[in-house]
């Protein structure tokens, strides 16, 4: 009789059993790789803005680089020297600024072109993305213009 009563109480056959554990295991696993993707996505995205936001700001500064000369004459020429020296410069003085970053500014006397590459290592992505990360890249350009 006890062991009718037993075999009763079970949910399903006797090799089912660890299923469940199974299961909670492979879940678990995928929500760190899930998580871990989430983490250098969100790394490459964050240096993506910054990198951003340091291109246009010393593109502008190089755009602020006119000949005065050219003032009085009533047109804007960027002195392309030191547009780019400038964006340089401004750039180099954020504090977001880092040795592995590396600025490409090229001006003509009509416009300034800035371009930024960064390397951003990676930590789970390591094993499917190049060696070293994924290299990030913002260009941004600006001329000089007349305020009204």
């Known amino acids: 009789m006890r062991r009718r009563v037993a075999e009763a109480g079970r949910c399903g056959p006797a090799d089912d059993r660890g299923a469940v554990v199974l299961w909670s295991l492979g879940l678990l696993l995928m929500l760190f790789f899930a998580g871990g993707l989430a983490l250098d ?14 291109a246009y700001k010393s593109a502008v ?15 804007l020429v960027l002195d392309p020297d030191l547009a780019e020296e400038a964006a ?12 592995s ?5 090229e001006a003509s006397e009509s ?15 390591r094993m499917f993305a190049p ?12 001329s000089p213009a007349e305020f009204q």
């Open 41 to 54: 996505l969100w790394r490459v995205l964050s240096r993506h803005g910054t990198l951003s936001g340091i």
């Open 61 to 75: 500064a190089g755009a602020a680089q006119v000949i005065e000369s050219d003032l009085y004459q009533n047109r």
């Open 88 to 99: 340089l410069r401004f750039a180099e003085d954020q504090p977001d600024w880092n040795a």
């Open 101 to 105: 970053m590396n600025l490409t500014p």
């Open 111 to 125: 416009e300034i072109v800035v371009e930024i590459t960064e390397t951003v290592p990676l930590t789970l992505m």
């Open 131 to 142: 060696a070293g990360g994924i290299t990030v890249t913002v260009t941004a350009r600006a």
